[in-house]
């Protein structure tokens, strides 16, 4: 590495001492006023290259660990599940009580989910499900349809109690229309 580099800076050193020579036929152009075969006897410049190929893992535990993140104090807790030592107490844990398995509420989930099936016909799922909203009660169909229903249902109450909410789901019925009506395929566009 270091004779290729000897060998580029001495010709370089011969083209820059030819040019200075050749002044006035510089203006020609460098080409041709560079002889053939010149010799220069000047010192030219070489850098003193050293090149280290091997790092060994000795040397590197010899300088010592290497410091990261210095000057950065962690404040979170990162020991495992024990206390912070810097409080002295151990951290606040609630005390464990079991479910009560048998509570009304846990005891009667799911009673009426075969309602329809195990019952004398006069109840039908939809009658019993208590936590679904009542527009929403044995309804069935895509968001457009379920929309105009609220709006039929709730829509006077709506617009005086929450105007905004009833703005965004006019807003909505009025995309899902245009989008329902001219970008989807109905059953009947080859029929036209």
Same mark, same amino acid.
């Given at each position: 590495m270091a004779t290729i580099a000897g060998t580029l800076l001495r010709s370089l050193g011969k083209v820059s001492m030819t040019v200075s020579r050749a002044a006035p036929a510089a203006l020609q152009g460098v080409s041709k006023c560079l002889p053939s075969n010149t010799t220069c006897n &000047? =010192?030219?410049w070489t850098p003193l290259l050293t090149i280290v190929r091997h790092r060994y893992y000795a040397d590197k535990v010899a300088r010592g660990s290497c410091l990261r993140h210095y000057g950065y104090k962690d404040t979170l807790h990162t020991r495992g599940l024990l206390p912070h030592m810097v409080h002295r107490t151990r951290l606040p844990? =609630?005390?464990y009580r079991p479910k009560n398995s048998w509570?009304?509420?846990r005891a009667l989930? #799911?009673?009426n989910d075969y309602i329809d099936i195990l019952g004398n016909g006069t109840l039908k799922p939809t009658d019993v499900t208590y936590s679904v909203p009542s527009w929403? /009660? #044995?309804f069935k169909g895509n968001e457009y349809q379920m929309l105009l229903r609220k709006k039929k249902i709730h829509g006077k109450h709506m617009a005086h109690l929450r105007p905004t909410k009833y703005l965004e789901m006019n807003k909505r019925i009025k *995309?899902?229309?245009r989008y329902l009506n001219?970008? &989807?395929r109905d059953y009947y *566009?080859? /029929?036209a």
């Open positions: &000047t =010192p030219v844990v =609630p005390l509570n009304e509420k989930f #799911g009673q929403l /009660r #044995g *995309w899902l229309y001219q970008k &989807t *566009w080859h /029929r």
